[in-house]
């Protein structure tokens, strides 16, 4: 399989399984050091622990005894990185964007909050504030209100139903569970649930020794979360949102997806059939944004998640009289998928347009590594990634259709309406 | 040269990097009706385009504002003569390329990006995009009806951090042409025509308002394409921008903005008269840098408000233009301004909190001026400055950008990012202490509060009296100490100098 990413490129995993991919390539003198722990929000199984994964990355901001946080922020501070973290469904990412000479002071401190973490529980309490004012601004945004009823809906018993920030009452005790983020840090922080993304002007055996000399004595330890299995969708779900603010009405529907495989054609294809059916150039486009203009935007896409996921299709409609016809204009769309395949033509714009569209959004070391990392999180190294890559290509027309026929069901879907109040 | 045009080679010195100095491409202007900017970047496998032309929303017409914006979208999001707008977005498809405007209140830039192998296909529809807008009655209306939207919902409703920083904005330009939106006014969009976009058009898109950028791996005959292309423009001539004189603040004023149900959201600053280029811009960029470096761990004002205290999400200030503050981590390109904006932001956070928030920052900002940097954080932060700065134009589009925003402030020969870097080892601390007390004040500046309890606020702010906090779960006594003085220091808001704004009236006209 030929790589994506043309740089060359080395993975390595350690005694400990810690696996650690190297992406040499030319950049001025600047590296991206990612570490990328494949546990968010998929992970919050437990009762009253929603939006635990991302507030546990907030505190890996909080120090060790040998670096606490003030002595770990003065170090990155004083080599000029530009160090961040976010948290998504299945995985976790603490990045910098750095100058390659700083690789071995890095590693020394990444090193060490992976293995050493350590915070008092009033530094605990403490960021439980930061996180409940990220929630705070999250909330304004109609779309966040309705999401979070969308996904809620549309799973039962898989913590895919609930956003990475959590539930407010969640978020609310947060603060009294210092005990349980210990745990949690043991269960998951563990090297074989982690993958090292180095990208940049580096040599893979340098790094390689480093890692060795700084990550070699990482204990072994990760617990596997009980992850409750969805059962099945067997009728079409509904929810209406009322917002406080003042909106135009939002339409989101979920389809419930098969779990992802990179190699299983009708899968990626339902990713396509998405661009192809309600994309730019997708009639659906053309008829209800441009000409009808009827909606100010639409849009689709299917989700890469280790459990089974959603193909979401999202519209933001003018007229609040107009939402059951653009719902209309939507099933009819599908329909039409279901019924025949695609123009070949179009489905090859697509390929092509996938293929440039990866490479040209390679340009820094950060940019290789941010593009990998939600597919290593889901495969633990690159081979996801090549494999995606080359079944793009593969998809014919027939796929997609196969995709819409199979996913594209009124059983399979939650249908999602937010309107203002008044 | 071909076609005669003087080639002038004025490297445009990029930035080096404290560990491995990049060769610096050769930049040149060519200065013969078309200026151009020239970013040769031959191993980048893409070539970026830059368009900018020498219009924005102060020039939109009294009444009308909002017309640069939609005869900038008029080019980057509708038909040419050629092709309709699903035909153009159908030839873009495939080569995963777009372009896209920005109109910012001085400059409208035009940019786009391609990777070489699909240059020919790209070309065209990048040059009728500016040459051949088809000016359709439907696509007008189309973008017209997003831009309302954008104001009536999206900026009123969905982002109350967007729309304590806009409110600021306005108050403190208030009465000059910077002073709305660059999207514009609602009653000013619902007054625009199709004809007054193509006069708008016809008036502003010209040669004398044009430069050109090109970056990446591209060749001169590329370069001479688009600059025959920017000549069939018509000549025009470059009028003098509207003054812009903000009204002198005496005293702290209040705009609230009432919005039922909302959490605080802050928003505090003054006009400021310093620019790239000049000793006491980088100055004072590492004076902010300390206070309030942008969604940064090292910024002061973050330390205090959240990560000591957690009352929220963050808390930054700003020197320069930072759009989308959201969204992007390092600063923007092509939002070149001839005044400033002092700003801090404090995220959003309960309304009862929002006053102690307030006093903290007011505090900050006090201390900074009147006591200086310390020795140690001037160190530190120009430490750190000189490599974060490395981030700021990673990708050949960035530097291509700050190279057109250079000549805007006049920067042609040094460029701001080497000076940038050269200011870092040349200024002092008593350079930064000195800019400080000579730009920076604390007691005459405008506050904007986005709050679901506007009345309540409005009282307690004009009463003055002490605002404690108290917290879920103990605090170090060092910092219920220090609580007890940020609680009471005084605000001096005078409740005749608060004004209150229902939400459903901001940005109306």
Known sequence: MTPIIPYYTETRTLPNGLTVIVVQMPSDGLAAYWTIVRTGSRDEYEPDRTGFAHFFEHMMFRGTERFPSDVYNRVITTIGADANAYTTDDHTAYHLAMAAEDLEKVMELESDRFQNLSYAESAFQTEAGAVYGEYRKSRTEPEFALYEELVGTAFERHPYGHTTLGYERDIAIMPTLYEYSREFWRRYYRPENTVLFIAGDVTPPAVFALVDKYYGGWQRGYVAPQIPVEPEQTAERRVDVSYDGQTLPIVMIAYKLPVYDAADRTRVAADLFADLAFGETSEAYRRLVLDEQVVEDIDAGAAYNRDPGLLEIYARVKDPAKVDYVLGVIDETIATFRSAPPDAARLADLQRRLRYGFLMGLQTPDDVASRAAQFVALSGDLTGLDRLHATYAAVTPADVRTAAERYLVDERRTVGVLRSRQ | ?509
Not at chain 2, 246 to 268: E, H, M, T, Y
Not at chain 2, 408 to 432: K, Q
Not at chain 2, 486 to 503: D, Q
Request: charged share 25%; with cysteine.
């Open chain 2, 1 to 509: 040269m071909s076609r005669g045009v003087r080639i002038v080679a004025t490297a445009l010195a990029v930035l080096g990097t404290a560990c491995t100095p990049p060769s610096p491409p050769p930049a040149v202007t060519e200065r013969e009706e078309i200026p151009v900017v020239l970013l040769n970047v031959p191993a980048d496998p893409t070539i970026s385009f830059s368009l900018q032309f020498a219009v924005g929303s102060q020039n939109d017409p009294p009444g009308k504002e909002g017309l640069a914006y939609l005869t900038g979208d008029m080019l980057a999001d509708a038909a040419t003569e050629a092709r309709s707008l699903d035909e153009i977005l159908a030839a873009l498809y495939p080569l995963a390329a777009d372009y896209d405007i920005r109109v910012d209140l001085e400059r409208s830039t035009l940019t786009g990006r391609v990777h070489r192998d699909n240059l020919d296909a790209y070309l065209e529809l990048f040059t009728d995009a500016f040459l051949k807008p088809a000016f359709d009655e439907d696509d007008f209306e189309r973008i017209r009806s997003d831009a309302i939207n954008a104001i009536e919902n999206t900026l009123r409703y969905s982002s109350d951090e967007e729309l304590g920083k806009a409110g600021l904005h306005e108050a403190v330009f208030r009465g000059t042409r910077y002073a709305h939106l660059s999207w514009g006014t609602v009653a000013g969009l619902r007054s625009i025509t199709l004809d007054d976009v193509r006069t708008f058009y016809r008036q502003h898109y010209t040669r004398a308002n044009a430069l050109l950028g090109v970056g990446g791996g591209f060749d001169q005959a590329l370069v001479d394409r688009l600059a025959a292309a920017v000549k069939q423009l018509p000549a025009g001539a470059r009028a003098a921008p509207p003054s812009i004189e903000p009204q002198p603040i005496d005293g702290r004023s209040v705009v609230l903005i009432d919005k039922p149900n909302a959490d605080a959201s802050i928003s505090f600053g003054f006009p400021l008269d310093v620019r790239r280029g000049e000793r006491d811009f980088y100055a004072l960029w590492i004076a902010n840098s300390w206070l309030g470096e942008h969604r940064n761990q090292s910024s002061h004002l973050f330390n205090v408000i959240r990560e000591l205290r957690g009352l929220n999400y963050g808390d930054y200030s700003y020197i320069e233009e930072f759009p989308e503050g959201g969204e992007r981590n390092m600063p923007p390109v092509n939002v070149p301004r001839r005044i400033q904006l002092f700003e801090v932001w404090i995220r959003t956070l309960p309304n009862e909190q929002a006053p102690f928030a307030l006093r903290a920052a007011l505090r900050e900002l006090q201390l900074l001026v009147d006591e200086g940097m310390t020795a140690e954080e001037f160190e530190l932060t120009r430490t750190f400055l000189k490599k974060y700065m490395l981030h700021f134009a990673e990708t050949t589009d960035a530097r291509l950008g700050y190279a057109i925003d250079d000549r805007f402030y006049g920067l042609d020969d040094e460029g701001h990012l080497a000076r940038f870097r050269r200011m870092m080892d040349e200024l002092t601390l008593e350079d930064v202490n000195a800019a400080m007390k000579r730009h920076w004040h604390y007691d005459n500046l405008k506050i904007a509060i986005v709050t679901g309890e506007a009345a309540q606020m409005r009282a307690l702010l004009a009463r003055g009296e002490p605002t404690p906090i108290t917290y879920p779960t103990p605090k170090p006594a060092a910092i219920l100490e220090e609580d007890r003085i940020i609680e009471a220091w005084p605000l001096n808001l005078a409740e005749e100098r608060m004004t209150t704004v229902p939400v459903a009236e901001t940005f109306e006209h």
